[in-house]
């Protein structure tokens, strides 16, 4: 029998499940991880302590079903969305992942509201202003904390990272780049209007594909110890908030009537 793994880094733990080709439910697993909130407004995750819980989640997972050499064919992610990690040169986290709970940049959004600007960015991206997105959350941090802005060469969301860990890339599903308020959705790449707001460059930003895209090549180490052969394909998947609706089938043709996906390359709806 084929087996499929979906993976949900949540807000306070990681869902690990396993599905069998008929889609029935085979093995589960949830990891917390907790909340720190350590300032009013403060609501931050340790990617590490992330990264240690999705580790368990998989390796309980495998151990339990312990599955045939070729009997898992894929793992898929979904992720919250509107996360941010700076790292170093060397993929080091210079701060934890700012979640989408955190409200320190509140001031900021108020303002890219109130001057028009927020107006201009939300019909390119639409994503709405508000201090849960990493546009907002970039725009306080250089303002704020400037020599850690400074110090970062990398600005990414929690997948973002837990896929560099495992595989050594870094890439980005169009789904959660929407989600950070500086994604063109009209031409499917960084928005340069949002990206001199935030402070940023291309190459500060994982690379850039569609959510079907697949990375394979684990860490040797990694695989390992999760007991998985280290080229099973991962797909990126999306956000969850998308992919709760099209888990209910809260979806429909686009305007074109060409497709019946995230995003339409035609009509852009």
């Known amino acids: 029998m084929d087996y499929m793994i979906g993976l949900d880094i949540g807000t306070t733990s990681v869902k690990t499940v396993l599905f069998d080709d008929k889609g029935k439910v085979s093995g589960y697993s949830n990891n917390l991880y907790p909340l720190y909130q350590d ?21 309980t997972v495998l151990r339990k079903a312990n599955l045939k050499p070729g009997e898992l064919k894929g793992v898929s992610f979904s992720a919250a969305m509107h996360s941010l990690i700076l790292l170093d040169d060397d993929h080091k986290p210079l701060t934890r992942a700012i979640t989408w709970a955190d ?49 970062a060469r990398w600005f990414v969301g929690i997948k973002e990272y837990i896929i560099y860990k495992l595989f050594g890339v870094l890439k980005e599903d169009y789904s959660i780049a929407n989600a950070t308020g500086m994604f063109n959705i009209f031409n499917m790449d960084w ?26 090549g684990m860490n040797a180490d990694y695989a390992r110890v999760i007991g998985i052969d280290p080229e099973t394909p991962f797909v990126m998947g999306a956000s969850d908030g998308p992919l709760a609706n099209l888990g209910v089938d809260a979806i429909d043709r686009c305007c074109c009537g060409d497709h019946r996906d995230f995003w339409c390359r035609s009509c852009h709806y």
């Open 191 to 216: 928005d340069d209007q949002a990206l001199e707001l935030a402070g940023v460059t291309r190459d500060q930003l994982p690379e850039l594909v569609d959510t079907t895209d697949t990375v394979s």
């Open 103 to 151: 409200n320190r940049a509140v001031n900021y959004a108020d303002e890219l509201r109130e001057n028009g600007v927020g107006k201009q960015i939300y019909e390119k991206t639409g994503t709405p202003i508000h201090p849960m997105t990493p546009l907002t959350k970039l725009i306080w941090l250089r303002n704020e904390h400037k020599d850690l802005f400074d110090k």
């Open 39 to 59: 300032k009013p407004d403060m609501a931050e995750e340790d990617p590490e302590e992330i990264f240690s819980a999705l580790v368990d989640g998989l390796t």
